[in-house]
């Protein structure tokens, strides 16, 4: 228990420390919410779906947070790179822990991204429909988290070096956050693009999120949640039988 | 302390380990040494529960390393080849982080943190960043860091390599220090043969996955009718020069220095 600890502090100490990089990950989400919220939103409201920027704001959200988790996993290629991993490896400690620790000090890191991209979207003009259910709104953010940190660490833990990182970016990454219904709404969709995004588990994360927050949504969040839910489990299990299997 | 009898280690149909003995014994210093390729690093992870072996076997103080895994990584301290610090903490806490994976209660922790960082001169620098500091000090925080835990044995893979002479110098003497008075039991390799006469008490030579000579330095010598180690050692691997194809880990390690700059 104590290395899980260590080993998720040490990931909350290295967040805290990279003041940069912590301001260019807010760059992207303030970018898609002000170029796309208020640069679609006319056509949005002509098309009597009410405010784009109310819509996409737990959009943006969810891709915030999507991309710290998974990279947050994929860090695990840096500490691969930087010799770290070996220190733990070779430690007496049962790698499940040490799994866990990265996996939850990841999820962490991304619940704390998502709630400044949460103040930034209120800032930017967004507005909640009712106080009551952002409890809910950040257990769904939570379950986003741990969905794709637990698959970061699948993907690193796969990975050899850092050329695989940009296949992983262009054919996993952008796909799960374009292909989730973050940026539109899921109905009347053609029939191919609405069976992959029911495919994607970003978009049960996004659906909740939006439910939560807008009221708005395409499934029941008892639907969401359980879907998350199983494949929070499913990535782990695999992110635990992948990291398993590193060699050093 | 060491017992290997007979260890094998193949990948695929190169045999990189190929039926090593021997035995080091409580508080020697032994040093490992054999030109690139030889198989010291996969004996060493064999050693270390890194890698399985393919027959053979190690007992690491009495415990086989595949059956009791966790309490053979309790008895040993390790410094790899490669740097394997958290250069985003502080020299401080990444003693603390290992202290605390290896089970060491909280106020002996701190004690021996103390005790080590001032013996390896990092005591004044435990708040810094790892990432800012030199290689000669990011190596001597690494031994610190081995031997925290209070091992029975320390495994140095190559730890003098690209150190400049006074850093060298002064981590053996460190070395030595800790084997005396701690009594721990030091297994080495390194490619500086005056450095393994000067603090070695018994030396093996691997060559192409076998042992082809052991002894203490001057038995070695001996041995080959020459004056010096570095003639030994050359009489006994060959003057060829071997290439190693680069695999994925010195691939990683270029990268790991292109970064660092």
Not at chain 1, 179 to 205: C, H, K, M, Q, W
Not at chain 2, 135 to 154: C, F, N, S
Request: charged content about 15%.
């Amino acid at each position: 228990m104590r290395a899980i600890y260590i080993l998720w502090l040490r990931e909350l100490k290295r967040y805290s420390r990279s003041r940069a990089q912590i301001i260019a990950s807010l760059g992207q989400p303030l970018l898609y919410l002000l170029a796309l919220g208020f640069g679609l939103g006319p056509v949005f409201q002509q098309a009597g779906r009410g405010s784009y920027l109310q819509f996409v704001a737990p959009g943006v959200i969810g891709m915030s947070v999507l991309f710290s988790s998974i990279f947050s996993g994929i860090g695990l290629l840096w500490d691969r790179q930087f010799g770290f991993l070996k220190e733990t490896l070779v430690a007496p400690v049962p790698r499940l822990h040490i799994m866990i620790g990265k996996t939850l000090g990841g999820a962490t890191v991304s619940v704390i991204q998502g709630t400044m991209v949460l103040v930034i979207c209120l800032l930017a003009g967004f507005r909640p429909s009712s106080v009551s259910t952002i409890p809910l709104a950040f257990a769904f953010m939570v379950l986003i988290c741990i969905v794709f940190a637990a698959l970061g660490t699948a993907i690193g833990s796969s990975l050899q070096n850092m050329q695989g990182f940009q296949l992983i970016m262009n054919f996993l990454v952008m796909p799960i956050y374009f292909l989730s219904g973050a940026l539109f709404p899921l109905t009347n969709l053609p029939t191919a693009l609405a069976v992959i995004t029911r495919l994607d588990p970003l978009t049960y994360g996004i659906d909740g999120l939006r439910g939560a927050l807008i009221g708005v949504s395409a499934f029941s969040a008892a639907t969401d949640f359980a879907v998350l839910v199983s494949v929070a489990v499913a990535f782990t299990v695999l992110g635990a039988y992948r990291f398993s299997k590193i060699q050093v | 302390m060491i017992a290997v009898q007979n260890l094998v280690k193949t990948f695929g149909t190169v045999h990189a380990v190929n039926g090593v003995s021997f035995d080091v014994h409580a508080g020697e210093i032994f040093a490992f040494l054999g030109p690139n390729g030889a198989g010291k690093t996969t004996t060493i992870q064999m050693l270390t529960t890194l890698l399985t072996p393919t027959s053979g076997s190690v007992r690491i103080d009495g415990l086989d390393p595949r059956t009791h895994p966790y309490d053979v990584r309790r008895r040993f301290g390790i410094v790899f080849q490669d740097p394997s610090l958290d250069g985003e903490l502080t020299a401080y806490e990444n003693m603390d982080l290992h202290g605390v994976l290896y089970h060491v209660p909280r106020r002996t922790r701190v004690e021996r943190i103390e005790r080590l960082m001032t013996l390896f001169e990092l005591w004044d620098r435990r708040a810094g960043l790892v990432k800012t500091f030199s290689g000669g000090m990011k190596r001597r925080l690494e031994i610190a860091r081995g031997l925290l835990h209070t091992p029975k044995i320390l495994f140095l893979d190559e730890p003098t390599l690209g150190l400049d002479p006074q850093s060298r110098n002064q981590l053996w003497t460190h070395v030595k220090y800790l084997n005396e008075t701690e009594g721990v039991t030091v297994f080495l390799t390194t490619h500086y043969m005056d450095e393994a006469e000067r603090v070695a008490h018994r030396i093996a030579i691997i060559d192409h996955g076998t042992i082809v000579a052991r002894g203490t330095a001057d038995e070695l010598k001996q041995q080959t009718q020459t004056t010096s180690l570095e003639g030994a050692f050359l009489a006994l691997t060959g003057a060829t020069i071997r290439d190693e194809s680069a695999d994925a880990a010195d691939q990683m390690r270029q990268v790991a220095k292109m970064w660092r700059r």
